[in-house]
């Protein structure tokens, strides 16, 4: 089990940018797919985008795509998303997530909820118009 822990929301102006991160702990780091999701009041929790073990790959949702970026520091066992030309839409609780992934699994990334053991509590985001 890997331990997370979310930062760096707060509100912002539409067209704004923010970078949230994520502090991971308790295991190796560098052996976990990690992803962001997010989840607005009264909403499914949603894919945002994720990376791989090594951070060579990533995948995004269509609706965040070209706006944000996730990154990973597997030194400083930190996870990151940059996101630029916010918009109301974009407000929620966003969350990092964990699944522990063989080196055989490198490539992967993965966008399904229930792919993912381990999550932090959170942080908000909210982006006013």
């Known amino acids: 089990q890997v331990q997370l822990v979310e930062s760096g929301g707060r509100l912002v102006q539409a067209g704004g940018s923010l970078r949230l991160s994520c502090a991971a702990s308790?295991?190796?780091?560098?052996?976990?797919?990690m992803a962001w999701f997010r989840q607005a009041p009264g909403k499914e929790r949603e894919f945002v985008a994720a990376?791989?073990?090594?951070?060579?790959?990533?995948s995004y949702a269509v609706s965040v795509e070209g706006r944000f970026t996730i990154s990973r520091d597997n030194a400083k066992n930190t996870l990151d998303l940059q996101m630029n030309s916010l918009k109301s839409e974009d407000t929620a609780v966003y969350y990092c997530?964990?699944?522990?992934?063989?080196?055989?699994?490198?490539?992967?990334?993965?966008?399904?909820?229930?792919?993912?053991?381990?999550w932090g509590q959170g942080t908000q985001v909210t982006v006013s118009s």
């Open positions: 990376v791989s073990i090594s951070g060579a790959y990533t």
């Open positions: 308790g295991r190796t780091f560098s052996s976990y797919s």
């Open positions: 997530a964990a699944r522990f992934t063989s080196t055989g699994s490198g490539r992967m990334t993965y966008s399904r909820p229930e792919s993912y053991a381990d």
